[in-house]
Each structure stands twice: as structure tokens, then as C-alpha cells.
């Protein structure tokens, strides 16, 4: 007998029983209220084939780095296949994974779904009795402060699944809404959600396509890889498409770094995820910004200082990370968290100048100091920087 995400949500849920939120892509009819209050629909979409382009699992260099842990509780045929340990954004020898980092990586992260692959002997005996095989694996690609991101099945497609556990859940509410915002996205550029579903149980889900590769941070971070002016050009232009996708859209990613950008192995090509700090402009809710380093570094100082967000946000995140892809280190490293808000919100500070940037690089360096300018006017479109990207990879492919 086959049992759904819905009524496996429902086992985890209170006793109440009450039926999750479910969204996925063809269920979409209007924004989702503030307060996310659930409402009974049908996980039924799951079902429908994932795009031809998923890639599937490719086990055998990672082998070595693979682990098994907890106990394999399977809704709706989802199948887990691997654990891949997942390190701090900035560890000093990053390690490959296959899927970006969904969740964002906190310290303080202590109840981020973990949970959930460890469930307790009367949880596993009552997901067992529904037909459920505890002998086999949940396997962990990745953890922080709003959840755990599994691997695992569905109709024979790997997919992704980011697990919120309900101990955060006033702070997963906003993270889950601003999710949903992904369901009205799809482009080449940008990894795809297929679900959110929202519970006043235990835990809520984001359910993803699954990318095989690294994400870009773990690459600029190792020495190994090899990263030309035309590749790195590639790369820039791979996440303004997927960012002008966003704003045709009316979204606002607003959480733009290398930890969120996928970098597929097939095609060598970047994709823009975790949409968890993302803002719709059609609505009026403010965003705010969580005072953690691994994310002040990139964002807007007209945020800083308490204004609005805009695309010219997004266009400033995209300049640091630009800057990052040429230095391949640490923006303000050194720097205390305070001194960063202060200096970069007042215009004092910027990433230092890279001292041995070769006479080619001279135009992306001067298009990523226009993106991080102080006042958002005086930063370029996206489409500006489309253009400008596009004429440095026709000169370097010249050459």
C-alpha cells in the first residue's frame, strides 16, 4: 500500500491531525496570507514527471565521503540513497556535495531537523505499522539554522528536501513563505522548488530537483579548481539570468552568495537556490535581515540601514559574490560583525582590491565595483550587466 507526504505529515503532526498547507506548482491560485493559515488541499502533484534535466545520482567518486545515519522513513515512495557531511560556509577544506546549501549554516542551529533522523522508538514502530520500512536510511545532505535538506526518491528522480522542524516555527513560517515564492519560478538558472508544505505539526517541507555538483562556494574555496576569466565570466552571467528571472517575476532573491549558487556538474553551469529570504514586490511586508556574517556580507547597506530592498539589492549581493569568484577569499575577513554593518552601511568599506588581477580582468572588476556602489542609483540593471557580461565573454573568446 502506497501512503502520501500528507498522510505521513499528518503521523508527525499533533494529535489535532490537522491537514498541512500543501503548494506545489500546478496548485498555485494566490499569494499565501501572512500568517500561513493552513487550509485542506491534496498532495497530489508529485506524482508528475520531473524535468529531463534532473541529474541522477552519481555515487561512485563520493563513496568514500558518503554516511549512513538514523532510520529510512519513506512518505510516498521517497526513497533516501546518501548522507554527504556538510561543513561550515567558510571550512577551510570544503567538501563536494549534491545538492547547494538550502538551509542557511548557523552555530546556533540546535534543533534543525536532526529530529527527524532520529526518531524515537514509538514514532518509527507508528510510521512502521503504516507500511513504512524502518531498516533502511534518511540520509543528511545538509543542516542550519531553519532546517536539514535530505536526499532522496521519487519515482525513480532524485529530488531534495528541505525538513523545518516546528521548534523554530516562528522564524520557518517567514522562511516557508518566502519559499513559496520559487513555485512561480522556472528557468534554466534557477533550481526548482516543486512543493511547500506548511503543517501545524512538527515540521514543514520544501521539495526541490536535486543538482549534482558543488556549490560555488566549496569551489572558489579549493585550490584545485581552476577558475579562468572565461569561466568565471560564464558563471556571473549564469546568476544575473537567473536574477533577471527573478525580478521579470516581481521576486527579490535578496540572499545572493556563493553558498547558494549550485554549480552543476553536467554542463558546468551556475543555478540560483534557496529562495527562503526572498521577498515578493507585489506585497508590502517588510524584509528583514538576520545579523549573521555569513549573509551581512553580501547584503545591500541601504538594507543596513534599515530601507526598503530592491533589484539594485540583489545587483549589490551579485557584486561582492563577483568579487569573490576573482579573489577566491573571504569578504572582510578579519572583520568584526559590528564593524562590518557600520563600515559597509555608511560606505566606509568595501572587499579590498585584488593587487594581482590580471590586465584582462580589468573590465569584470570595473562591473562589479559599479554593482556594490553605495546608492542603488548608481548601480547598472541587470540587464545592463547582461550586456557588459556578455561583451568581456566575447573579447575573451577573441583572444
Not at 552568495?257 to 511586508?285: A, T, W
Request: net charge positive; hydrophobic share 35%; proline share 4%.
Amino acid at each position: 500500500m502506497t501512503f502520501s507526504l500528507r498522510h505521513y505529515l499528518q503521523k508527525l503532526s499533533s494529535p489535532k491531525n490537522i491537514s498541512p498547507l500543501c503548494i506545489s506548482r500546478n496548485e498555485m491560485k494566490s499569494p499565501l496570507s501572512q500568517n500561513l493559515q493552513p487550509f485542506q488541499t491534496h498532495y497530489n502533484n508529485l506524482h508528475l514527471p520531473l524535468s529531463n534535466s534532473l541529474s541522477v545520482t552519481e555515487a561512485s567518486h563520493k563513496a568514500t565521503k558518503s554516511q549512513i545515519t538514523g532510520k529510512y522513513l519513506s512518505p510516498s515512495r521517497i526513497c533516501v540513497v546518501r548522507k554527504l557531511e556538510w561543513g561550515s560556509e567558510y571550512a577551510s577544506s570544503p567538501r563536494k556535495s549534491s545538492h547547494c546549501s538550502s538551509c542557511r549554516v548557523s552555530e546556533e542551529a540546535k534543533d534543525d531537523g536532526d529530529s527527524l533522523l532520529l526518531l524515537d522508538t514509538q514514532k518509527i514502530t507508528a510510521l512502521s505499522s503504516q507500511g513504512l520500512n524502518s531498516r533502511q536510511h534518511w540520509i543528511k545532505l545538509g543542516k542550519g539554522s531553519f532546517g536539514t535538506v535530505i536526499q532522496a526518491k521519487h519515482e525513480g528522480e532524485d529530488i531534495a528536501v528541505k525538513i523545518i522542524p516546528k521548534t523554530r516555527f516562528r522564524k520557518s513560517l517567514g522562511s516557508l513563505k518566502n519559499e513559496y515564492n520559487a513555485l512561480k519560478l522556472s528557468h534554466k538558472n534557477v533550481v526548482r522548488v516543486l512543493q511547500v508544505t506548511v503543517s501545524e505539526g512538527e515540521y514543514g517541507l520544501v521539495i526541490m530537483e536535486l543538482c549534482t555538483g558543488l556549490n560555488l562556494l566549496s569551489l572558489i574555496f579549493d585550490p584545485t579548481v581552476i577558475i579562468n576569466s572565461v569561466r568565471r565570466t560564464r558563471y556571473a552571467l549564469d546568476i544575473v539570468l537567473a536574477l533577471h528571472h527573478c525580478h521579470s517575476n516581481r521576486i527579490l532573491h535578496l540572499d545572493v552568495k556563493p553558498s547558494n549558487i549550485m554549480v552543476c556538474s553536467q554542463g558546468d553551469y551556475c543555478k540560483l537556490c534557496d529562495f527562503g529570504s526572498s521577498h515578493d514586490m507585489r506585497e508590502e511586508e517588510y524584509c528583514t535581515v538576520s545579523p549573521n556574517i555569513n549573509t551581512v556580507v553580501y547584503t545591500d547597506p541601504q538594507i543596513l540601514q534599515g530601507k526598503l530592498p530592491s533589484e539594485k539589492s540583489d545587483v549589490y549581493s551579485l557584486g561582492i559574490t563577483c568579487w569573490q569568484l576573482l579573489s577566491r577569499e573571504v569578504p572582510y575577513e578579519g572583520y568584526t560583525l559590528h564593524t562590518i554593518i557600520y563600515k559597509v552601511g555608511s560606505g566606509e568599506l568595501r572587499p579590498k582590491s585584488i593587487e594581482d588581477a590580471k590586465i584582462g580582468d580589468n573590465d569584470f572588476i570595473s562591473l562589479y565595483n559599479l554593482c556594490w556602489q553605495q546608492d542603488a542609483i548608481n548601480r547598472p540593471s541587470v540587464c545592463t550587466i547582461i550586456h557588459e557580461l556578455k561583451k568581456i565573454i566575447a573579447s575573451l573568446s577573441a583572444q
